[in-house]
T-cell receptor, first 113, second 115 residues
Framework: AQSVAQPEDQVNVAEGNPLTVKCTYS??????LFWYVQYPNRGLQFLLK??????LVKGSYGFEAEFNKSQTSFHLKKPSALVSDSALYFC???????????FGTGTRLTVIP | GAGVSQSPSNKVTEKGKDVELRCDPI?????LYWYRQSLGQGLEFLIY????????KSGLPSDRFSAERTGGSVSTLTIQRTQQEDSAVYLC?????????????FGDGTRLSIL
């Protein structure tokens, strides 16, 4: 069975500092991993995905994520945080053969000016 | 370009009433998903449509929930005899093809409140 853990409900970071939002996963077989961001009263916006290939994946708005197979992690990173990055971030996994995404519980990122 | 469109954006109804939620996917997207987002349960998968195949209904929480997709495009999620625990944001998403690596594109959701 697939599962995703986002261990931090809340992450605070100062503007201009690097940010990391953590995600670990458990799936059978090779994972398809995704990060989404949600702004207030909006749906989820796709940021980036890992399917295969390079472990460092680059996505929208300067975000990137590093796939680590041995640690079963897929942490989201950004070198320099912006106040506008403040939002709710979801990590999601999809198993081969599964029809749906399985989401983590979300991490609220607050970037402090 | 046009994204996934959901209507209504907000719905308030009395317990016991039936509600219908509508989703217009991105044109050309053959896969369509419904999810429910609530404070206590996070994001839960409800149902999946792919082309003309039989839908995957494995996430529907009870037989009060049903969904259909007409002509491979617009989808309607129906909740009969609504209960207070049905209060949530109902999100629709669509994607191209069947590939598991295809990102799902979400609408802004319908916020359902049961009084």
């Amino acid at each position: 069975a697939q599962s995703v853990a986002q261990p931090e409900d809340q992450v605070n970071v100062a503007e201009g500092n690097p940010l990391t939002v953590k995600c670990t996963y458990s799936v059978s077989g090779n994972p398809y991993l995704f990060w989404y961001v949600q702004y207030p009263n909006r749906g989820l916006q796709f940021l980036l995905k890992y399917i295969t290939g390079d472990n460092l994946v680059k996505g929208s708005y300067g975000f990137e994520a590093e796939f680590n197979k041995s640690q079963t992690s897929f942490h989201l990173k950004k070198p320099s945080a912006l106040v506008s990055d403040s939002a709710l971030y979801f990590c999601a996994v999809r198993e081969t053969g599964a029809n749906n995404l399985f989401f983590g519980t979300g991490t609220r990122l607050t970037v402090i000016p | 370009g046009a994204g996934v469109s959901q209507s209504p954006s907000n719905k308030v109804t009395e317990k016991g009433k039936d509600v219908e939620l509508r989703c217009d996917p991105i044109s050309g997207h053959t896969a369509l998903y419904w999810y429910r987002q609530s404070l206590g349960q996070g994001l839960e998968f409800l149902i999946y449509f792919q082309g003309n195949s039989a839908p995957d209904k494995s996430g529907l929480p009870s037989d009060r929930f049903s969904a259909e997709r007409t002509g491979g495009s617009v989808s309607t999620l129906t909740i009969q005899r609504t209960q207070q625990e049905d209060s949530a944001v109902y999100l629709c998403a669509s994607s191209t093809g069947q590939g598991a690596g295809q990102p799902q594109h979400f609408g802004d959701g319908t916020r359902l409140s049961i009084l």
